[in-house]
């Protein structure tokens, strides 16, 4: 009997000393996680969830904080103060560092700070004589690129449309934005360069969105050659963020099989 407490006490004294060795600076390493993106067919990646990461939350390898939205869907996530919170854009869908996010800090990552003494500069002695002055440097500021679209009523007013769309992207071929509400939305709504072209659901059964599309391809090449429009990759970036603010999903480039 007093061996068998003997083995109980040097268990939980080598527990004790394991658990504070952890407690003291010890670096947690995470398993990477593959999870599956519902947004698009077939598409998977790695996460991995540090310590101090709050629940329900996982980190890109690239950095960025990464959460579930209601829908199921892998969004990139932003800071509201000191707190994390959901955004509109879709992991996988566009560039994270051409977004308005940052990489997630953790507390973790600050171990330690040091004071380092600083030497005061020598003071250089007064001038003795008047000295020219060239004079500072010209800079040209370039100028901001705002596309045409952007200052189009027929295209912007699609942001009030919260009642048919909830999501938008970039349609692969023909180039050009389009939207649409959920997985099975009564109609889609795609960019002629002019206007918004409706695609609607039969009334008796709402197809998936590829289905849709599927017969109007033809006709939509045509309409955006006849207006002679052209997206351009500065503007995915662009219609991204606004689309952030429309309080819309970015989900961007899209094929019919993405759906």
């Keep these: 009997m007093k061996k068998r407490l003997h083995y109980t006490a040097l268990l939980a004294l080598t527990l004790f000393m394991l658990f504070s060795g952890i407690s003291e600076g010890t670096t947690f390493v995470a398993e990477p996680v593959l999870v599956a993106q519902p947004a698009y067919a077939g598409m998977s990646f790695y996460a991995y969830r540090p310590y101090d990461v709050p629940p329900g939350w996982f980190v890109t390898f690239d950095g960025y904080p990464i959460v579930k939205n209601g829908s199921g869907i892998w969004v990139y996530g932003a800071y509201n103060g000191s707190a994390l919170a959901a955004t509109s854009y879709v992991v996988g869908s566009i560039n994270p560092q051409s977004l308005p996010i940052v990489q997630y800090v953790g507390a973790a990552q600050v171990s330690s700070t040091q004071s380092v003494p600083i030497t005061p500069l020598p003071v250089p002695p007064a001038p003795t004589g008047v000295v020219a002055v060239a004079p500072p440097p010209q800079f040209t500021v370039a100028p901001t690129y705002v596309p045409e679209w952007a200052t189009m ?3 912007t007013s699609i942001g009030a449309w919260n009642k048919l769309v909830d999501r938008m992207g970039i349609l692969e071929k023909p180039r050009t934005p389009i939207a649409w509400k ?15 072209y409706q695609i609607k659901a039969r009334q008796d059964s709402l197809a998936i969105p590829s289905e849709l599309i599927k017969g109007h391809l033809y006709s939509l090449m045509r309409m955006i050659n006849n207006n002679s429009f052209v997206w351009k990759d500065a503007d995915s ?3 991204a963020n606004q689309a952030a603010v429309w309080g819309f999903l970015w989900m961007g480039r899209i094929a019919p099989a993405d759906f």
Aim: net charge neutral.
């Design 237 to 239: 970036a662009i219609l």
């Design 153 to 155: 009523s027929s295209f």
């Design 182 to 196: 959920g997985d099975r939305p009564e109609a889609l709504f795609v960019w002629t360069g002019k206007s918004w």
